[in-house]
């Protein structure tokens, strides 16, 4: 196969330090050719990493699509609320995109970038990257065999952990729903998609509860600051003090989000960024909307019920499963790579150990990005196709309009158009 050529837009950590590192691991299959990020540092940093030439440098992504199509594809990484245009334009340029996750936080936009991609003829891959896990695809394989015979319910946990929830969805990008997205699209979509796939039936009814409880100015200590570095007495007792997470704790540097606080990780220019940067600020002083704890209940229209619990007070980044059959049970363990088989008949386990690797979701970045490349030089569709991807969006955005309405929601009213 050729080697596939791309644009980036959005330099930051998926773009910037995930989805394009598959260029410099596979040089022979695929390479960024250019790119388009605001942030000039972020921009050349990403620029001198894959030999981008200054005039293929751009500070928009408006200015990169308006020259001539350049490549085969294009990888659409901004912010949530900043996917729309740039993947619309991408794909009227001719681009194969690939588009981050979520696909938009406005349903209508969602409804109407599938569409698109049809109306254009092109690939709209979207980062459900848990789908081309080798954890979930073995599971999916296991109940395809019928191993646990007829499926009759999911209960699945996110736990985000506790240092991951600080980062992200309190101090980070993500921590203000009216800027970015709901906690349960943003963070859950991959979890509403995967639970649709092992379903393997439309969603009927959603409903869910979750609120904003202990993130909070009431919550704050007494005489906590705004910063953490501006002298808080509770520092050793604080799970959550920046300059500790971000200069001693091991995720750090493995998961690559103390490059979201500064492009040049050493003491020095961490401890400066924290001063007065977001990533600095109290965790009980910042200004986060969204929920640190959510429940969704599904039933979709097999009949199969499923159960799902975000929550941040874990230690651990990690998702378990167990799936409930008429000859079985299966229970697992995404980080671990542990499968569990139950049969009801002969009593016996069977117990499973997949090589997982420790970072990019087990795996599942690099799995994916391998597939994309593969689709593009294929010209065909995948497992995360828009086409597919949609339901799954529309879901996460259905159990969000359930928790704040405190209803349940018939999804096929709810959803307005043709699922697959």
């Not at 930051?12 to 022979?28: E, F, I, K, N, T």
């Not at 979509?189 to 100015?217: N, P, Q, R, V």
């Not at 150990?353 to 795996?363: A, C, D, M, R």
């Not at 879901?395 to 307005?416: G, Q, W």
């Amino acid at each position: 196969m050729k080697q596939i050529t791309s644009i980036l837009i959005g330099a930051g950590l998926r773009g910037g330090y995930v989805y394009s590192q598959y260029a410099l691991d596979h040089p022979d299959e695929f390479k960024v050719i250019a790119v388009a990020e605001p942030d000039q540092e972020r921009r050349e940093l990403f620029a001198a990493k894959h030999n981008i030439p200054k005039e293929l440098q751009y500070e928009s992504y408006e200015e990169l699509l308006q020259q001539d199509k350049m490549a085969d594809c294009a990888m659409i990484c901004t912010q949530d609320k900043m996917h729309y245009e740039p993947v619309t334009m991408a794909m009227q340029k001719g681009y194969h995109v690939l588009c981050e996750k979520p696909m938009s936080p406005d349903k209508e936009e969602i409804i109407k970038m599938g569409a698109m991609a049809k109306k254009y003829d092109r690939i709209l891959s979207v980062c459900h990257v848990l789908r081309y896990s080798p954890f979930f695809s073995k599971i999916k394989e296991i109940l395809e065999e019928g191993r646990i015979g007829r499926m009759m319910s999911i209960q699945h946990i996110e736990e985000v952990g506790y240092w991951h929830h600080a980062h992200s969805f309190v101090r980070g990008n993500w921590r203000n729903k009216e800027e970015s997205s709901p906690m349960i699209l943003q963070k859950c979509c991959h979890d509403m998609d995967i639970m649709l796939w092992l379903a393997d039936s439309k969603c009927k009814k959603i409903s869910s509860f979750g609120e904003l409880t202990y993130f909070t100015e009431e919550n704050a200590p007494t005489g906590a600051p705004k910063y953490c570095m501006d002298g808080c007495e509770h520092r050793d007792q604080c799970p959550f003090y920046a300059p500790r997470f971000y200069l001693e704790h091991p995720k750090a540097v493995e998961d690559g989000i103390v490059y979201a606080v500064t492009d040049q990780a050493d003491s020095v220019h961490v401890l400066e960024a924290l001063k007065k940067g977001p990533y600095g600020r109290c965790v009980f002083h910042s200004d986060n909307t969204v929920v640190d704890h959510q429940t969704v209940d599904i039933e979709f229209e097999n009949q199969v019920t499923a159960s799902f619990l975000m929550t941040a007070f874990t230690n651990q980044c990690a998702r378990r499963i167990r799936i409930m059959g008429t000859k079985g049970e299966l229970k697992g363990d995404m980080e671990s790579g542990t499968i569990e088989i139950i049969d009801f008949v002969s009593g016996t386990n069977d117990l499973i150990q997949l090589h997982t690797p420790s970072k990019g979701h087990s795996g599942s970045d690099m799995s994916m990005m391998r597939e994309f490349v593969r689709m593009v030089g294929e010209g065909k569709t995948g497992k995360t196709d828009a086409s597919v991807s949609v339901a799954s969006h529309l879901m996460a955005l259905a159990a969000e309009e359930a928790r704040i309405s405190r209803s349940v929601i018939d999804f096929e009213e709810y959803s307005t158009y043709e699922m697959k």
